[in-house]
Structure formats: structure tokens, C-alpha cells
């Protein structure tokens, strides 16, 4: 099973091509997030998470069609 650190790394190497500069930010918070996590699942932490990893997950061109993602299966709707 892969850490949060591990996914966001890969994550963030497939999305090279399309995150900014003016993105670097929300990335640094997903990774100190990540290692966070990997340290303790709390649910305050985790929905932080999902809404970064949502932020930057909108910004990919592409389809952005609503099929939801795998966060969807790890945070309940509320």
C-alpha cells in the first residue's frame, strides 16, 4: 500500500505539465499534508487534503466532468 507521501509525489510528477508557478504553494501544503497524514489520519487533516488535492486536480485540462475521484471513497459527503 502506498503512504500519502508516495501518491502525492506521483501525482505531482504527472502533473508537471500543467501545474504553475503560482502553484507551488498549494503543493508544498499538499506534501507537508501528506507526511501529516502518513504520521497520523486525523479527519480534520484528511478533508484539508481533499480539498487541496481537489484545487489542483481542477486545474487539469482536460475533461472535468464530475465521476468524482478516489478521495471520494476515503471522505464522506457532509
Known amino acids: 500500500m502506498k503512504s500519502f507521501t508516495q501518491a502525492v509525489t506521483e501525482f505531482l510528477k504527472s502533473a508537471e505539465g500543467w501545474l504553475l508557478p503560482e502553484d507551488y ?4 501544503s ?12 486525523t479527519p480534520a487533516l484528511l478533508s484539508q ?7 489542483l486536480l481542477k486545474k487539469k ?6 465521476d468524482g475521484d478516489e478521495l471520494d471513497d476515503l471522505i464522506p459527503n457532509t
Open 61 to 66: 485540462p482536460g475533461d472535468q466532468g464530475d
Open 30 to 41: 499538499l506534501q507537508h499534508m501528506a507526511a501529516g497524514l502518513d504520521e497520523e489520519m
Open 49 to 55: 487534503f481533499g480539498l487541496a488535492y481537489r484545487s
Open 25 to 28: 504553494p498549494a503543493t508544498v
